[in-house]
């Protein structure tokens, strides 16, 4: 098994090796290209803030790992921008995630979450990925974007296309791109038309006041990386602390006897089993040296947010699930300037489901723990393929 089949089936064991022996080691992207993978905290944390990694693709080497390519129109996103670009774009929609913002969001994420939870009845088995993971994040965020009702199920569709390719569908990825670009079209043009009072048509009245402050592409691509990204990291930090949680059923029990407990629980969660593997993959624009690795200019750099959070040399015993753990400066979310926009929103929106689901069912277990959870296939995202439980009253007492 070569060493991107290990990082993939078996990332922890294979982070730690690597960590060991060789914590700046190039190996092949998921194009076969090569890339340099980072793994040791230190370096990580570091190389997140340095300004000689950028985001900017025109800062590659030819022949390098470059990682999804987007039509035009949609790759003019904060993931490919380096400053004074990223500075201004970002600032257009820091304002939608403040911490106050998302406390007004609070109450209706949790009328979303029961009512999803109403669905599943009061006892019986459930993939909780497809029947409350996933859709939770995607009312939130089309909410907040003011994406109509009808074309929530497609988004779904096209976005797991985009994160976990499927092998035998070697063209899925490009139509759900095609087909994401088109919906982001139609759906600025409606919001010209007709504005409502979301994020979205916010930003359509930014760009059509003074075209300076935002183009047509930075418009569409914020709105698509808003969405892809506000659903990806969110669905699967919800499904991971869920299953952090019940195959730990000590912890679980903290949590259900002192609620308080649960946001340090979802930053756990964050830690021990971050949506991400990887952040996204950086440029050297000119050599830079990492554990006494020189990397040469150009070539393209993959920092293990993964290898990072369980690095024993950060973290006293990296792989327990501890809820009374100390999380500070984990980087489940990055480090500095390109520190995730969303990341106020995914910290509620996990925290609410958890409540929600707790409080709903006092008994949830694994329903195949033999079976073992099935990761999705990917070398960046760390998310679940399904999540089967029981669920029902049980014995805790429970309110509603």
Not at 146 to 158: A, C, I, L, N, S
């Amino acid at each position: 098994m070569d060493l991107r089949e290990q990082l993939v089936d078996d990332p922890h064991s294979a982070y730690a090796r690597l960590r060991e022996a060789a914590p700046v080691r190039r190996i092949e992207g998921t194009d076969g290209r090569p890339a340099w993978l980072v793994t040791r905290y230190d370096d990580v944390r570091a190389a997140l803030a340095d300004p000689r990694l950028s985001l900017d693709k025109r800062n590659a080497a030819e022949g390098g790992y470059r990682g999804l390519t987007l039509p035009p129109a949609l790759d003019a996103n904060l993931l490919n921008m380096d400053p004074p670009d990223h500075t201004r774009i970002r600032g257009f929609v820091t304002r939608a995630f403040t911490a106050r913002r998302v406390e007004q969001l609070r109450a209706p994420m949790r009328e979303s979450a029961d009512r999803l939870l109403d669905a599943l009845g009061p006892h019986g088995t459930t993939d909780l990925i497809a029947s409350y993971a996933a859709p939770l994040p995607i009312i939130v965020i089309c909410d907040l974007l003011g994406v109509p009702e009808e074309h929530r199920r497609d988004f779904r569709v096209w976005t797991d296309a985009l994160i976990a390719p499927d092998p035998a569908r070697p063209g899925a990825a490009k139509e759900a791109v095609a087909a994401m670009f088109g919906f982001f079209l139609d759906l600025v043009a409606h919001k010209r038309e007709r504005p409502g009072a979301d994020l979205l048509s916010d930003l359509v009245a930014v760009r059509d006041s003074d075209g300076d402050r935002l183009t047509e592409d930075e418009l569409l691509s914020l709105a698509f990386l808003i969405l892809v990204a506000g659903y990806e990291n969110t669905v699967q930090l919800i499904g991971n602390a869920v299953l952090a949680l019940l195959r730990h059923p000590y912890q679980l029990a903290v949590v259900r006897k002192d609620p308080s407990r649960l946001r340090a629980a979802v930053e756990e969660a964050a830690r021990y089993e971050g949506p991400a593997l990887l952040a996204i993959r950086r440029f050297a624009t000119e050599d830079v040296t990492l554990s006494g690795v020189t990397v040469p200019a150009g070539e393209t750099v993959l920092l293990s947010l993964a290898a990072a959070n369980r690095d024993p040399d950060r973290f006293s015993g990296p792989d327990l699930f501890d809820v009374f753990r100390d999380t500070a400066g984990h980087l489940a979310l990055g480090h500095g300037i390109h520190y995730c926009l969303g990341a106020p929103l995914a910290r509620a929106e996990t925290e609410i489901a958890l409540a929600a689901l707790l409080d709903r069912f006092g008994a949830l277990a694994l329903a195949e723990p033999e079976a073992g959870p099935r990761w999705r296939p990917s070398l960046r995202a760390r998310g679940l393929l399904e999540l089967r439980v029981r669920y029902g009253a049980g014995g805790a007492s429970h309110s509603h």
